[in-house]
C-alpha cells in the first residue's frame, strides 16, 4: 500500500513537471503495487492512466508496458476478452511502430497473453501456434523462469483441450527447466498431476499432487493446489483425504482478498 502511495505521489509530480515518461512508467508502477496486493479496483485506473499519457505523448515503451499489464490485469479478472483486445492494440503498436529490440520483450508477452485469452474462450487451435510463437521468442532471451511459466500455461492449456501428449511434452519441458534452475515447481507439478490423473496413472497423480503442496507457493495460489488435489482424492473416493483438502484450500482462500 505505502509504494503505491509514493508511486502515485511520483507520477503527480513528473505530470507537473511536465515528465511524461516518468508519469507512465510510474502510474504503471503504482498498478503494479496494487495488483501485487490484488486489489484489481486500485490497479485498472492506475493502467489506464499509464495508458492514456503515453499514447498522448507516443511513447512507444511505456505503452508497451502499459499494454502488457493492463492484459495481464484483465486475465486476472476473468475477462479474457477484454486480454485480446488490449494484447492485440499492443502488437498492432509494435508492428506500427516498426519497433525494435526495446519492445520484442514486450511483444512476446503481448503473444502469450493472448494465445491464454484464447484458449480461455475455447479457441485452442487459434492459441496453440501464437502460444509456440510466444515460448521460442521467450526462450531466446534465456528466461528460463518465464519460459517455464509460459511451458506450463501451454501445458493447462493442451489438458484443458485434451491434448494429453503435448501437454505431456510442454510440461516435460517445463519440469527440466524449473529443476535445472531451480525455480518454483509447484506449478508444474500440479498440471504434471493432472496430467497423470488423466492418463489413468494415480499412484504417480497422488506423489505429484503431494510434491506441489509441500512445494513453496509459486504463482499459482496454493488453495487452488488443495482444491485440485481435493477433487483427486474425491474422485478416488478418498473421502477423508478429500474433505480436509477442501478444508485447507477454503482456509486459505479466506485468508485472501476476496
Request: with cysteine; aromatic share 6%; net charge neutral.
Amino acid at each position: 500500500t505505502r509504494a503505491g502511495l509514493l508511486f502515485r505521489s511520483a507520477a503527480m509530480r513528473a505530470g507537473r513537471d511536465a515528465s511524461p515518461h516518468q508519469a507512465a512508467m510510474n502510474w504503471n508502477n503504482a498498478g503494479g503495487a496494487a495488483l501485487a496486493r490484488l486489489d484489481f479496483r486500485d490497479a485498472l485506473p492506475d493502467f489506464l492512466k499509464a495508458r492514456q499519457i503515453a499514447q498522448a505523448s507516443r511513447l512507444r515503451v511505456p505503452l508497451m508496458v502499459t499494454l502488457n499489464n493492463l492484459a495481464g490485469l484483465y486475465l486476472q479478472m476473468g475477462d479474457p476478452e477484454a486480454t485480446m483486445r488490449v494484447a492485440k492494440e499492443g502488437l498492432s503498436t509494435a508492428i506500427e511502430s516498426k519497433a525494435g529490440d526495446d519492445t520484442k520483450h514486450a511483444s512476446s508477452r503481448l503473444r502469450y497473453l493472448l494465445a491464454t485469452a484464447l484458449a480461455h474462450l475455447h479457441r485452442f487451435s487459434e492459441a496453440e501456434p501464437i502460444y509456440r510463437l510466444a515460448i521460442d521468442e521467450i526462450a531466446e532471451e534465456n528466461d528460463f523462469e518465464a519460459t517455464a511459466r509460459v511451458l506450463g500455461n501451454f501445458g493447462h492449456a493442451c489438458l484443458e483441450a485434451g491434448r494429453l501428449e503435448a501437454a505431456e511434452d510442454a510440461l516435460s519441458e517445463a519440469l527440466l527447466l524449473v529443476r535445472l534452475h531451480r525455480l518454483d515447481a509447484s506449478d508444474i507439478l500440479r498440471e504434471l498431476a493432472r496430467l497423470r490423473a488423466l492418463q489413468g496413472d494415480p499412484r504417480s497423480a497422488a506423489a505429484l499432487f503431494d510434491a506441489a503442496v509441500q512445494s513453496p507457493p509459486g504463482l499459482t495460489p496454493q488453495w487452488a493446489i488443495y482444491a485440485d488435489r481435493g477433487e483427486f482424492r474425491l474422485g478416488r473416493n478418498d473421502l477423508t483425504g478429500a474433505l480436509a483438502d477442501f478444508r485447507t484450500a477454503r482456509r486459505i482462500a479466506s485468508r485472501m482478498r476476496a
